[in-house]
């Protein structure tokens, strides 16, 4: 009989993770054995549930995907933790695998993917999905942007994106339930460190790192 992989599924869209749990149901060695819509909760679950591999969204209010990954991994540094995003960008991904993520797919992948990702991760092995890690040489200026966005702390990159795609800060407290003067001194440590002045910039920085199209 084959042993059954525990899973922790966190992703702030209910119909999301109903839809990931009745395609997961129907592989007997999987089950999912705890849900989690936002990432304080996702870390508590995870401490109780000990779950073989936590398939988690990156795009969530709160703490954020990144964030979350970064404390679960810091609990247990054996954590296997696979990345389940709309973002198929290469800085997506490698800010994911450096937190700690032991696989990232997009959800725009066939199902097969997921399952075979999970069954991988489970295993002890690491799974990228093919095409989403790719030459930063291959993007005028990108390298030496890598190198600075990497200074940015989980919080700071979800929020320098969403500055980049020119959301207000009033807008970006909404949606990362914040408050608005938390992402105004977000906004300044940013730009301070970007050595940048505007939202403009911002976006420049956003466009050649291929998180954000022309």
């Known amino acids: 009989m084959k042993n059954t992989i525990k899973i922790l599924l966190v992703d702030d869209h209910a119909i999301v993770r109903a839809g990931f749990r009745m395609l997961l149901s129907v592989v ?24 073989d591999v936590t398939v988690l969204d990156l795009s969530m ?12 991994c810091l609990r247990d540094d054996k954590a296997k ?5 709309v973002h198929d960008e290469s800085v997506y991904v490698n800010r994911a695998i450096g937190a700690g993520a032991k696989g990232y797919i997009t959800k725009s992948s066939a199902p097969h993917i997921l399952v075979a990702a999970i069954h991988k991760i489970a295993g002890g092995g690491i799974y990228i999905e093919q095409g989403l890690l790719k030459d930063p040489s291959s993007t005028p200026g990108a390298t030496d942007y890598r190198a600075i966005i990497g200074t940015l702390s989980a919080r700071e990159f979800d929020i320098f994106l969403l500055l980049a795609k020119g959301l207000t800060a009033h807008k970006i407290a909404e949606e990362l339930c914040l408050g608005y003067k938390t992402v105004a001194n977000y906004g300044t440590q940013i730009k301070n460190k970007l050595n940048v002045a505007s939202v403009a910039e911002l976006a420049h920085i956003a466009m050649a790192l291929g998180v954000m199209k022309g």
Do not use: N
């Not at 999987?30 to 819509?37: C, H, I, N, S, Y």
């Not at 954020?64 to 404390?71: A, F, H």
């Open 28 to 51: 007997d060695t999987l089950e999912v054995v705890a849900e989690a819509e936002r990432g304080e909760a996702a870390c508590q679950l995870y401490l109780e549930k000990q779950p």
């Open 81 to 85: 933790v696979l990345v389940f995003s």
């Open 61 to 72: 209010p709160g703490i954020g995907g990144l964030e979350t990954l970064r404390r679960i």
